[in-house]
């Protein structure tokens, strides 16, 4: 929610003005502990941790990773924050933390951590305590020394029960232990009387929790996903309350009427919560700026809502409304309005009147055609009409000079409206899904643009007008019948993110070896059989797709710094080559969910009556298991012993003919299955 993480934005993103800190012993020696303790030669990143050569001892400076210091330049610095986040933290916090008197911040989300040490307790300048994705199932209650504690984060954890000794630490001002799977919060809760925000969200509640209504500071709660039926009338006490979030629960027998008594609320979300209509006085909440009933199944709009003169922010996404009434012209301060996924056919002529409205969205709905409307909202920067049946724009649609993002996927355009031409703020343009056969050399115009998608259309060339788009960083052009790229392509020097899905190329298109900024490329579904290992010199990759090619050798990912997440389904990629890039990788995202049938050395063998008989079905793989089948008219028969690389028939029979093959696991390699072609036994 909003208000959450406001003050972690502001702290961490501070650059310190020296590069150089001496510390005390005693710091430093609790850094070395910490090092060891978390196998920290197997961080992602270890800058500036070289601990056992580091010349000046005791000297921190502002290389290594994760540690700020009070830069102190009269006498010995003090270490005020330890910050990780995902760094393949492992093993556990070491005692020694306890000697880093001085923290203020200690921040060791999304590690491996089972247990809080008790020496925390002696950080009793500490202000912000974030242990949230570990593997914690208990909370140790001697930290109630903490008295300076504000803001504590427990999230995604092991706790099955409400951790009591947090309601020890009265100085708490933020609590976040959602997604835990708690199913009743402990009473003693009501002890965080200076508790301002509170996230019980993701638990196994099926009752809201009585026991915070006497949290009488609370301005921000949220009880999101879990398992509540209605909203009690003791919420009402919450009067300081400003953000509520209720959403992903269901609604649809229970009442919501005791959330009209907040006044003060500026933010309510009621997403994915059953309901069919609003049946409380929603027109009470006079101080509402953000509301949303997403994904829900409202046939109509909430007539209430028009008498919220505050609002800016509406989201109705995914309902069954059909209609938009008159009145929406009252909500004049609104600058965001989200109608997606509705039924919606036209909008009324008052839609003009929101002239304030920013941000647009009416894709998936059941317009025919471009809602005339919408061409007098003059401060209109985003609009997305996808998912239409609309095959012309108005040339009124000039008057939105201040439009950046367009989407018009899905639609029935055969060619690019010209109308286009006269947005010249325009950032972003997504027309995939359409007919286009070509672009106008007259779109180059455009020379702001840094986002073009132009996939699944008629085209069956590289449009070369898109090379005058200088500032272009994101280029879609799947399924656009593509074999090469231009050479000329290399001056878009800003590509991020070029997705080239199922199209015709055979060989790796070296030209994009020189998008030095590129972090994510797509080239799934093509007939790619290898990638020259210079791809590695393209430092920023962080996402690669070469799904449903014809890759069986991967030598190219050995050197990649940065990449994160590959994804090589349906390629036909041996166990010994994914236990190489899993070593190579240790800490990437790595799919091979399914791969194409592995070669055999014979696909059709003749057997000899009363004859031995072997099938041979060997793949590359340290660890390999295997088991052999025979088809059937029906199914797939598991032949029973057949689990070597190798299935011999000692005396081969005419009932032995038929359609063999083998499927094949690696203790090494999760999830993945893969399976020979075919062997026909005549």
């Not at 196998?39 to 001892?57: A, C, F, L, R």
């Not at 005692?95 to 001085?102: C, P, R, Y």
């Not at 909440?285 to 409202?298: G, R």
């Not at 166990?575 to 190489?580: A, T």
Request: hydrophobic share 35%.
């Amino acid at each position: 929610m909003k208000i959450f993480f406001i003050s972690l934005i502001i702290l961490f993103f501070v650059v310190p003005f020296s590069t150089q800190a001496q510390v005390s012993e005693q710091e430093y020696q609790a850094l070395v502990a910490f090092y060891k303790s978390t196998n920290g030669d197997k961080w992602h990143d270890n800058t500036g941790w070289d601990i056992t050569q580091n010349p000046k001892k005791n000297t921190v400076d502002t290389t290594w990773h994760g540690v700020t210091t009070d830069m102190n330049q009269k006498e010995k610095s003090k270490i005020t924050k330890l910050y990780f986040f995902g760094n393949n933290l492992t093993g556990k916090i070491p005692s020694e933390i306890g000697n880093l008197i001085h923290l203020d911040t200690l921040y060791l989300a999304v590690s491996d951590f089972k247990t809080i040490p008790l020496e925390i307790a002696k950080l009793t300048n500490l202000k912000y305590l974030h242990l949230a994705s570990n593997k914690l199932e208990h909370f140790p209650p001697q930290l109630l020394t903490l008295k300076n504690l504000t803001s504590l984060s427990l999230r995604n954890n092991k706790f099955d029960v409400f951790p009591v000794g947090v309601t020890n630490i009265k100085s708490l001002k933020k609590l976040d232990i959602d997604t835990n799977p708690i199913k009743k919060i402990h009473e003693s809760i009501a002890n965080l009387i200076e508790l301002e925000e509170l996230d019980i969200s993701g638990m196994e509640l099926t009752e809201f929790p009585l026991e915070i209504v006497g949290l009488t500071k609370l301005r921000s709660l949220n009880v999101s996903q879990n398992q509540l039926k209605t909203i009690p009338q003791d919420i009402e006490k919450l009067t300081e309350l400003e953000e509520l979030d209720i959403g992903f629960n269901d609604y649809s027998n229970g009442s919501l009427d005791a959330i009209s008594k907040l006044t003060k609320l500026s933010f309510l979300s009621v997403v994915s919560s059953e309901l069919k209509d609003i049946s409380f006085q929603l027109e009470n909440l006079k101080k509402l700026e953000w509301l949303s009933f997403s994904y829900n199944e409202l046939i109509e709009f909430p007539n209430q809502i028009s008498k919220l003169d505050s609002l800016k922010e509406l989201m109705l996404d995914d309902n069954q409304i059909t209609t938009i009434p008159n009145e929406i012209g009252n909500l004049k301060k609104l600058t965001r309005l989200y109608l997606e996924e509705n039924k919606i056919s036209e909008l009324p002529s008052q839609i003009s009147e929101l002239q304030n409205l920013e941000r647009l969205r009416l894709s998936d709905n059941k317009f025919t055609s471009f809602p005339m409307q919408i061409t007098n909202l003059e401060n209109l920067k985003e609009l997305k009409l996808s998912k239409n049946k609309i095959n012309k724009l108005p040339s009124q649609i000039s008057n939105l000079k201040k439009l950046e993002d367009l989407y018009l996927n899905h639609n029935k355009f055969e060619e690019l409206p010209t109308e286009i031409l006269e947005l010249n703020e325009l950032k972003v343009l997504q027309i995939n899904h359409n007919k286009l056969e070509s672009l106008p050399n007259t779109i180059s115009i455009l020379d702001k643009l840094e986002e073009l998608d132009l996939g699944y259309n008629r085209l069956t060339s590289f449009p070369l007008v898109i090379l005058k788009f200088e500032n272009l960083g994101r280029l879609s052009l799947e399924k656009s019948e593509l074999k090469t790229l231009p050479k000329g392509i290399t001056k878009l020097k800003k590509i991020r993110m070029l997705n080239l899905d199922s199209n015709r190329f055979e060989v790796f298109p070296i030209e994009i070896l020189e998008f030095q900024k590129i972090s994510y490329l797509s080239l799934d579904d093509n007939k790619i059989s290898s990638i020259p290992n210079e791809i590695s010199k393209l430092k920023r990759m962080y996402v690669l797709s070469l799904s449903r090619n014809k890759l069986s050798e991967l030598s190219f990912l050995y050197k990649f710094p940065r990449l994160s997440s590959v994804y090589l389904d349906y390629n036909r990629i041996s166990f010994e080559e994914i236990e190489k890039v899993k070593k190579a990788l240790p800490f990437s995202h790595l799919s091979f969910w399914k791969q194409k049938a592995y070669k055999v050395e014979k696909n059709e063998i003749e057997g000899k009556i009363n004859k031995p008989l072997e099938l041979n079905a060997k793949v590359a793989g340290s660890e390999n298991t295997y088991q052999w089948y025979k088809l059937d008219d029906k199914s797939d028969v598991k032949i029973k012993g057949a689990t070597q690389s190798t299935f011999t028939i000692n005396s081969f029979s005419e009932e032995d003919k038929g359609i063999y093959f083998c499927k094949v696991k690696s203790k090494l390699v999760e999830y993945t299955t893969l399976r020979s072609e075919n062997i026909i036994v005549k």
